[in-house]
């Protein structure tokens, strides 16, 4: 009988035992890791493998790294949106902050002018400030307030740094009502600066130009000429600044020229003015004669 007849068949014939396959592949693993670390024969080997692996470690490792780039994404655009939050009320505060500072500055400034425009004045005044509109909205009035100790009465003059803002109607405890120049019943007697020539500005009411009425086609004023108080009504001291001619209208066949001005004082927009002291008081003006005199004299002369 043949030999191979004893013989296990193949399919239960059994290999060296765990034991011996853990030791050799244990002490073959030694030696290649000190064969490595002493010559290093396998880096180009350990190279090849480790690229090879590499887009199977980089899909491995996609999810993870997603992951955190998008919590580090929000993350980074709550802070974001937080610090620009933060920026935007330091901004705001420090806005606020320039802006009051510059009111400051534009009123330091305007004090400084009145605080001139009153020593070249030379006469005595009482600095006030508007406190509120007139309540009339077909009237151009304001209401200013002064010290209380102070003895302010109708009729007196009332500028700002610029020019004349109108004249004092009613006077009241620690208060006056102004009429502005540009109430359509105010009329202010001046003078064109440049040529001396007189005449009256009259107001034309809310939202319209104060204008020189009656002033004949030929007279020698032109657009640019600034108009200055007179001095000869006893309210308003000489040569302050009134208005700028802004137009002449002058028409063929018409009498009067159109003369639209505007006022140079800050009529809506000074807070604080000047209450000019009042002038002395004129001569009372004669009393025009009679229609029966003036009757009785036109005989005498053609009597002679």
Known sequence: MPAYAHEPPPFFRRGPSPLARFAFFGLLSLVLLVTDSRFAYLEAMRGFVGSALLPLQSVATWP??????IGDYFASQRGLQGEN???????????????????LVREN???????QVRERY????VPAEVLYGGRDPFRQKLVIGFPSSTQIKAGQAVIDETGVIGQVTRSFHGMAEVTLLTDKD??????VR?????????????????????MAA??????????????IDGVYPPDLAVAAVTSVERETGLMFARIVCQPLAGVDRSRQVLILEPLAALPERPEAE??????????????R
Do not use: C, M
């Open 64 to 69: 993870g790294e997603a992951a955190e780039r």
């Open 85 to 103: 939050e933060a920026l935007q009320r330091q901004l705001l505060a420090q806005a606020q902050a320039v802006q009051g500072h510059e009111d």
């Open 109 to 115: 400034a305007r004090l400084r002018a009145l605080l």
């Open 122 to 125: 030379g006469g005595s005044s």
């Open 186 to 191: 105010h009329a202010v007697p001046v003078k």
């Open 194 to 214: 440049r040529s001396g020539l007189r005449s009256v500005l009259y107001g034309a009411g809310a939202g319209r130009a104060p204008e020189l009425r009656f």
């Open 218 to 231: 030929n007279a020698d004023i032109q657009p640019g000429d600034v108009l200055v108080t007179s001095g």
């Open 290 to 303: 009679s229609e029966t005199e003036a009757r009785k004299k036109g005989a005498r002369a053609r009597r």
